[in-house]
């Protein structure tokens, strides 16, 4: 049972428009969320996070949003530019709720390749 | 040089060898763990060690195993090679007190 999902596989946005990654997760002891990014040939490297207290976090052109009602979240990225083309993770973990035991036990979800055209 | 160093990085073995994927770090954190990567499934965990002395069972950890050899070192092992192990591997590292983990370049396995 996949408990975070990314329900879009692919995404191809034009340079210097928004670009939006979503993200679905089911477990409800989850309370931190976070964005990884992966270049071909490279391992993910961390993007920006989110705890459930806040319902959204900025960090220059990404700013992650999260609706806990729904389950679910959002990665904006404004503008958009050609570097950012990668694949996408989003990945949950019950960071809090554990006690701090779950550093690193994250889940992810399934990836979405994002390109931006120039 | 990497923070998170894997060997090798590419390997091919035939189906019921045995093969061990290494993993060193030089960020000084306690944490370490084994992820795969499978298309359309993305990361999952395999194993993780909070210290030298602790190793735990991730998501999917039948058919593999593991030896935390030092507070740097993780090894991961597939004691007999099948085919549907063929995947990219990861190995990651954390800080005891921080929300980040980091992971290495990733090791390309195929057993044919």
């Known amino acids: 049972d996949q408990q975070v999902k990314q329900n879009s596989p692919s995404l191809s946005v034009q340079e210097g428009r928004i670009s939006i990654l979503n993200c679905d997760y089911t477990?409800?002891?989850?309370?931190?969320f976070l964005w990884y990014k992966k270049y071909p040939a490279e391992g993910p490297t961390f993007l920006i996070s989110?705890?459930?207290?806040?319902d959204k976090n900025e960090d220059g052109r990404f700013t992650v949003f999260l609706n806990k009602s729904a389950k679910h979240l959002s990665l904006h990225i404004v503008p958009s530019q050609p570097g950012d083309s990668a694949v996408y993770f989003c990945?949950?973990?019950?960071?809090?709720?554990?006690?701090?035991?779950?550093?690193?036990?994250?889940?992810f979800g399934q990836g979405t390749i994002l390109t931006v055209h120039p | 040089d990497a923070d998170v160093t894997q060997t090798p990085r590419n390997r091919i073995t035939k189906t019921g060898k045995r093969i061990m994927l290494e993993c060193s770090q030089t960020?000084?954190?306690?944490?370490m763990y084994w992820y795969r990567q499978d298309p359309g499934l993305g990361l999952r965990l395999i194993y993780y060690?909070?210290?030298?002395?602790?190793?735990n069972k991730g998501e999917i950890s039948d058919g593999y195993s593991v030896s935390r050899q030092a507070q740097a070192k993780f090894s991961l092992s597939l004691e007999s090679a099948i085919p549907n192990q063929t995947a990219l591997y990861f190995c990651?590292?954390?800080?005891?007190?921080?929300?980040?983990?980091?992971f290495g370049e990733g090791s390309w396995l195929t057993v044919v």
């Open positions: 990651a590292t954390s800080d005891s007190f921080r929300d980040t983990i980091y």
């Open positions: 477990n409800s002891m989850f309370d931190y």
């Open positions: 989110i705890s459930s207290i806040k």
């Open positions: 990945a949950a973990s019950a960071l809090y709720n554990a006690g701090g035991t779950s550093y690193g036990k994250l889940t």
């Open positions: 960020k000084g954190h306690d944490r």
């Open positions: 060690s909070f210290d030298v002395k602790d190793i």
